[in-house]
């Protein structure tokens, strides 16, 4: 499975982006996908996920702001961003996981497969 991410980019606080993530490979709809992120000086840490199912998870200091999401039909998950504050500046990061069983979503470690960052910038 190939990630590739795309989307980042400069904004003002307040604003908006939509992060998209393509895979490739015939696993994609059965596969968990995530998006992390990694700012200045911090450690990479979760932001969302969506299964297969269709169902998400959404870390606490982006819920409400921030939507998963995901179209099979284009093996492409959607971070949909608003109300953007300076502190969401990083590198974002999408992952997928292979379908089978796992302990917490919010691990690095449960994940099979990373595209490369893109980067966002929110300024004040």
């Known amino acids: 499975v190939q990630l590739q991410a795309f989307g980042g980019g400069l904004v003002q606080a307040g604003g908006s982006l939509r992060l998209s993530c393509a895979g490739s490979g015939r696993t994609f709809s059965s596969s968990t996908m995530g998006w992390f992120r990694q700012g200045p000086g911090n450690e990479r840490e979760f932001v969302a996920a969506?299964?297969?199912?269709?169902?998400?998870s959404h870390a606490d200091s982006v819920r409400g702001r921030f939507t998963i999401s995901r179209d099979n039909t284009k093996n492409t998950v959607f971070l949909q961003m608003r109300s953007l504050k300076p502190e969401d500046t990083a590198f974002y990061y999408c992952?997928?996981?292979?379908?089978?069983?796992?302990?917490?979503?919010?691990?690095?470690?449960?994940?099979?497969?990373w595209g490369q960052g893109t980067e966002v910038t929110v300024s004040s």
């Open positions: 992952a997928a996981k292979n379908a089978g069983w796992y302990y917490s979503l919010a691990r690095i470690r449960e994940y099979d497969y």
């Open positions: 969506i299964r297969s199912d269709g169902s998400t």
